[in-house]
């Protein structure tokens, strides 16, 4: 029978808004939180370069998440990210009672057989492993076909479509979650990844859900939706969706939870809806652009569309430093005319 498992990503798609800087203490009062409003999927954080030993929710090695999860408890399992590009810094040790559960490794569609083949390393070691295909609508018909054969001959515990440009519409959703269940393995559980550039997160993981199935199926979400620029689904809107089906969540509990340690994070810092993401998932591109352009002094809306506009198509998938340099130059210029 489909079970619908929320995994919550608070402690790592929010690091993105306060660079993982939520102190051991308080990233140990959320996961107390999560687990006690009744989620039973905890991401605790991701694999990085200079992360602050007990600050941090980015690590440099699984040792340094040993702390967050002093107070686990067996009927949950805890999750971290693994981003392919960064893979090679780390040496993921054989799975214990002291590592994580779950190793979510994330990867851009050119990084996917280098992908297949650390997600087996992965699994040898004892991990569930989780694969994100990022930015899943850049895979024509024929490249998703090939991918989730190699997928099925991996059988890892759970695939992802994620919408890491958040510019699908739950119509999308449906037709691609429909193509992928036509062809994956009827083991291995299906996930999705939301993004809220277009406030259309928690509408596609609602399609998500009630796609038909008879797979358990992930849906990701986070604290009052924190994470990287308009942020994610917000897991309290998951929850009080699921609990009119059957009350399985303290919503209270919740709440609590993110006014006493998520609140005062988006009073300091913010993350949600602005035109400027909403600008990049309109020209189906990377939210980074937004932020490089932003952050270099484009912060006229109108300019900041233009901006955009210089960036060619080819360019769109990830951040190009020099064309978006170029970009900034010449939209300065006009600016100034």
């Known amino acids: ?37 009744g989620i039973r999927v905890i991401e605790i954080g991701i694999m990085g370069k200079n992360g602050e030993l007990g600050k941090s929710t980015k690590f440099t090695s699984l040792k340094d998440a040993e702390p967050l999860l002093e107070n686990r408890k067996k009927d949950c399992k805890y999750a971290i990210m693994l981003n392919q590009a960064e893979a090679g810094n780390f040496d993921i040790p054989v799975r214990s009672e002291k590592t994580v559960d779950m190793i979510r490794l994330a990867y851009f569609k050119a990084e996917r057989q280098n992908a297949m083949i650390l997600a087996k390393s992965l699994k040898d070691k004892g991990y569930e492993v989780f694969l994100q295909a990022m930015a899943t609508f850049m895979y ?13 001959n991996l059988a890892p515990q759970a695939f992802y479509i994620v919408d890491s440009f958040s510019n699908l519409f739950p119509e999308d959703i449906v037709k691609m979650a429909k193509n992928v269940l036509s062809k994956l393995d009827k083991h291995i559980d299906f996930g999705f990844h939301a993004h809220n550039n277009i406030q259309m997160a928690f509408a596609n993981a609602i399609a998500f859900m009630n796609v038909e199935s008879d797979r358990n199926i992930y849906i ?7 994470g990287r620029g308009a942020g994610n689904v917000p897991v309290e809107l998951l929850v009080d969706y699921l609990n009119k089906k059957e009350k ?11 006014q006493d340690y998520v609140k005062p994070i988006f009073e300091q810092y913010f993350w949600g809806y602005t035109h400027p993401y909403f600008l990049t998932a309109s020209k189906d591109m990377n939210s980074v652009y937004g932020w490089y352009f932003m952050n270099n002094g484009i912060n006229d809306i109108v300019q900041l569309n233009k901006a955009l506009d210089m960036i060619k198509d080819t360019s769109k998938y990830t951040l190009m430093k020099d064309e978006a340099a170029e970009a900034v130059k010449k939209s300065k210029v006009k600016i100034n005319e």
């Open 1 to 37: 029978m489909k079970k619908i498992y929320v995994l919550d990503c608070t402690l790592r798609d929010g690091g993105y808004v306060n660079n993982w800087e939520f102190g051991y203490d308080v990233a140990k009062k959320i996961i107390d939180g999560l687990y006690e409003s």
């Open 220 to 226: 990701d979400g986070s604290i009052y939706g924190m």
């Open 248 to 258: 399985l969540y303290n919503l209270e509990v919740l709440l609590k939870t993110y």
């Open 140 to 152: 024509s018909d024929d490249e998703m076909d090939s991918m989730l054969a190699q997928i099925n």
